[in-house]
């Protein structure tokens, strides 16, 4: 039986660290267009609060927070901007619910 290696103590300098780690590490992502997306972490506890354009950067924004070492958690409270004119669909991405196109 193994034992699990201690918790560790998270403190105010810690948390400002790996708040500053995720947040440069989301601006780097070039898939991600980080401008409006906040993170807070309290207790190693990370929370994701803001705007991404689409569902796959959303996903990603809690992949990468998730891969950073020193995390308890990851809460991902990012909305998905509505789709504004000009912007490019991706083909790959999942189909918005609630539209109005006629599907019959």
Request: charged share 30%; hydrophobic share 40%.
């Amino acid at each position: 039986m193994t034992t699990p290696p201690p918790r560790r103590e998270h403190t105010a300098d810690s948390d400002r660290l790996l708040a500053e780690q995720i947040t440069q590490r989301l601006a780097a992502t070039a898939a991600i267009k980080a401008d409006d997306v906040q993170v807070a972490v309290e207790g190693g506890r990370v929370e994701l609060r803001g705007y991404v354009e689409s569902f796959a950067a959303r996903l990603m924004c809690t992949e990468v927070a998730e891969a950073i070492a020193g995390q308890d958690s990851v809460s991902n409270e990012l909305r998905v901007r509505p789709f504004e004119e000009g912007w490019q669909l991706d083909p790959a991405g999942p189909v918005l619910s609630g539209d109005d196109t006629d599907r019959s």
